[in-house]
Structure formats: structure tokens, C-alpha cells
């Protein structure tokens, strides 16, 4: 284990001698393991070890008996200890995630909160990369999920990312290293141990050099991944047009490229890059405009060009939709339907009240096409039955509307003016009167959600 966790610190340049380095200890085999390795090698390689235990409280006694154990093997061994106690069942039940994935977050969490700014490392073993990609081929993953746990990941170091966990346990017999060991490790209630536990030793049967050709097999891919980040790294480049990315340049790359590129892009934005996303901005390169909805709040939009994200709600910025009669397409800005009825269906809407005048319009008078948009400078509003006209501007503000809310007010415009405005109504020149025979009534608010 000594020697390929050595080739793993040199090949990949983990402690430069002189580094400072927290090492995550859960009590078992592999962080022992790590700890005694990283231990001895301080006074060689100059190292500040200190150590960071969590606490989960899933497991009652055995969940104190791991911290217990882990503090004496550190006062045993003369290292710094912090430790995090963390209700991650009560944790992750508020925050909606599955306990394991909250767990890692906070987990992870504590680690940067340990490290202070110096590295991290972590016990993630030759086995562990192997389960993962398993995990990650039956979720349908791409190359860089073959791939696996990477061996570093920003600050965080995994130098026993060459030995498999044989191999360390047969270091903790060696230098007489105890350990505890998780039992929940050995439940089948988790896929990873399922995979641990009833895949992989099938597979070592048909191939007793199993870990060998896999290890030869992340190498090759690993390659490709990186060729492939390489080429998608220098077309960031030549399409980053602050605050967004040049469309043609995204439009001529292979799909390949173009989602490394978007998983960049996407990442520098503090998005998750998911299929939805991807296809999103795939359909909106063929259409060369538009926009669509990522997520709350977030909108992707195609524009002049230039893919941009949109994250902040007091600034939308939304091209001009044209639209019919019917539900109002899917959109940042609205919500609702436009129903278009005749005298006698408008008659029996009057009947029960609403302020239905308000929100009503003669159809035949609109001039051109109908366009929901926001306000633009110059509009202009006369209300209908009030006798008066104004800006927009000066509507809102004797309504007191935020000037920061206003790119969100809904504006029904033809092609000449504003036809309705939410919140003032519809304008004069379109108001419906007694030789009206289509009336369009219009049934929509502003989308807040």
C-alpha cells in the first residue's frame, strides 16, 4: 500500500513538501490507514497533519464509539483533532435530500471548515472508484462518470486512490493499526454495498485480475476525458462574449465538445448541468433565439447572438412574445389564458361581475399582431373610461411601483401601442362598445412563482 499511495502523492503532485493537509478519519480501515501513512511521512516531506472527524449520529452507541475511538488513536498519535456533530437524519429530512447525499455535503462542509484553506485528504480506495463507476453505469453516465472518483479535486487529495481495500488492510495488520468498522458497511439497504457485495465478486471470479485491467481502464479513459476537457477548454475560450457565449461558435462544435463547454459554463454560473439543460440550449441553437426556463428563476435566452443566463428576478430581460387567443405559452413574465368570446358569451361574463370591462378588449381593433412584452420607453396608456393618459411611468409612480418591479408588469401591446397593462387595464383606443361582436378577455398575472 506504501509504495502506491508514494507513486499516487508524486504522480499527481498532491503535498508539495511543506503542505498543510486535513485528513477526513471516520475510525475505519482506510482513513487509519491514510492517517498512520500521512503521520510518517511529516518530518520527510515537512507536513502539518492535522485531522477532522464527523459525527453523523445515524448509528446511536457505535456512532459514539467511532468518535471515542478516533480521538484516542489521534492523542495516541500526536495529531490535532477537530470534531463536527451533525444530525444529518434531522438535517436532511428538512433540507428534502436523501440522508447520504446530504451527509456528503456536510460532511464535506466541515472538512473546508477544518482545512482552513490547506488541503484535504480523503481515504477513497482503488474499490471505492470501482463501485462508483458501476453506480455511475447504472445511472447512464458519460465518460467522465467511468472515470470515477478523481484523484484530486481541488483542494481535496485521495492518495490511497491506487490500493484496493485488500491492500489496506493488510497495511493496518502489518503496523498493528486498529480500526472500527461501520455496520452499516454491511447492510444490503444500500446500493454501493449491494454492488460491493454481490457484483464485484462475480466479476473478480471471471477476471482474478480485475482491479488491475480496471485500474488500466481509468487510465485510457482518463486520457480521453482529458484530451476531450482540453479541446471543450480552448472552445470556452473562443465563445466566452461576457456575459454569455457567442452562439455560432457553440453552434459548430461537436456534441461532445458542446457539453463539456455547457458543464463549464454552466458551473462558472453556480448551475447544475443537466440533461434538460443541455437539450435546452441544443434546441435553442437550431431555433438561433429564444429563451427557456432552467429552474426557478433561472432562464436560459438566446439573444443577438449571444447565449445568456438570467438569475436575477428584479432584472428580467424578455424579447416580445407573440401571442393568440388561448393559454400564453410558457414564459418569465406571465401566466394565464386569452379567451377570445362573442356578444352573448361576453354578456353572461358580465353577469358575474370580476371588473370584466377591465380586462377586455375589442378583438378587431387591435392593429397587427398581439405581443405580451415588457414596457418599453414612451409607452403609453389611456385608460379606458378614465379620460386620461399618461406614460406608463407616471402611472406607476402615482401607484408607487418599485422602479425594480416594473420590467416585470405584463404589457399587452399591437403592433401601434399598449393594448392592456396589468394592473391598469385596457387601453381606450380598443375598448369594446356596443357594435363589438368579438370580445378577447384577458385572464393573466404576473408570474411571481
Not at 61 to 76: G, H, I, M, T
Amino acid at each position: 500500500m506504501r509504495d502506491k499511495a508514494l507513486r499516487a502523492l508524486e504522480e499527481y503532485k498532491m503535498l508539495p513538501p511543506g503542505s498543510r493537509v486535513t485528513v477526513a478519519v471516520s475510525g475505519g480501515a482506510d482513513s487509519a490507514a491514510l492517517l498512520h501513512f500521512l503521520c510518517g511521512l511529516r518530518r520527510e516531506k515537512d507536513l502539518t497533519v492535522t485531522t477532522c472527524h464527523v459525527n453523523h449520529l445515524l448509528r446511536g452507541e457505535e456512532s459514539q464509539r467511532d468518535e471515542d475511538f478516533v480521538r484516542e488513536l489521534c492523542r495516541k498519535w500526536q495529531v490535532p483533532l477537530q470534531v463536527f456533530r451533525e444530525d444529518v437524519s434531522a438535517g436532511a429530512a428538512a433540507a428534502g435530500e436523501s440522508v447520504e447525499l446530504y451527509g456528503r455535503r456536510v460532511r464535506y462542509s466541515r472538512l473546508e471548515q477544518a482545512a482552513r484553506g490547506g488541503r484535504i485528504a480523503t481515504a477513497h480506495t482503488l474499490s471505492d472508484r470501482a463501485e462508483t463507476t458501476l453506480l455511475n453505469l447504472l445511472r447512464g453516465t458519460g465518460l467522465k462518470g467511468l472515470c470515477s472518483i478523481p484523484p484530486v479535486q481541488g483542494r481535496v487529495i485521495r492518495p490511497l486512490i491506487f490500493c484496493t481495500r485488500e491492500e489496506v488492510e493488510d497495511y493496518c495488520r502489518e503496523n498493528r493499526i486498529g480500526y472500527v468498522t461501520d455496520s452499516s458497511n454491511l447492510s444490503d439497504a444500500y446500493t454501493r454495498n449491494r454492488v460491493r457485495q454481490t457484483v464485484i465478486p462475480p466479476l473478480r471470479a471471471l477476471q482474478p485480475a480485475f482491479y488491475t485491467v480496471y485500474g488500466r481502464m481509468l487510465e485510457n479513459l482518463g486520457q480521453d476525458e482529458d484530451f476531450l476537457q482540453s479541446q471543450a477548454d480552448e472552445a470556452l475560450d473562443r465563445a466566452t462574449d461576457p456575459p454569455g457565449l457567442q452562439a455560432q461558435v457553440l453552434a459548430g462544435l461537436h456534441p461532445a465538445i458542446l457539453f463539456r463547454v455547457l458543464r463549464r459554463f454552466f458551473d462558472r454560473e453556480g448551475l447544475p448541468c443537466e440533461e434538460t439543460g443541455i437539450k435546452g440550449v441544443q434546441r435553442l441553437l437550431q431555433a438561433k433565439s429564444g429563451q427557456f426556463q432552467l429552474k426557478k428563476d433561472v432562464w436560459i435566452i438566446l439573444r443577438g447572438g449571444r447565449l445568456t443566463v438570467l438569475q436575477d428576478p428584479g432584472r428580467l430581460v424578455f424579447e416580445p412574445l407573440a401571442v393568440e387567443p388561448g393559454p400564453l405559452p410558457p414564459n418569465p413574465l406571465a401566466k394565464g389564458r386569452l379567451r377570445l368570446v362573442n356578444y352573448e358569451q361576453f354578456t353572461n361574463l358580465q353577469k358575474l361581475g370580476c371588473n370584466i370591462l377591465k380586462k377586455t378588449i375589442d378583438y378587431d381593433k387591435i392593429y397587427g399582431r398581439l405581443f405580451l412584452r415588457q414596457r418599453k420607453e414612451g409607452d403609453y396608456l389611456r385608460c379606458a373610461r378614465r379620460g386620461v393618459g399618461k406614460p406608463l411611468r407616471k402611472w406607476w409612480n402615482e401607484q408607487k411601483i418599485p422602479p425594480q418591479r416594473r420590467d416585470r408588469i405584463p404589457v399587452l401591446a399591437d403592433e401601434r401601442s399598449p393594448v392592456w397593462v396589468w394592473g391598469l387595464g385596457a387601453d381606450e383606443r380598443v375598448c369594446p362598445t356596443e357594435v363589438t361582436t368579438r370580445f378577447l378577455v384577458i385572464d393573466i398575472e404576473e408570474d411571481n412563482a
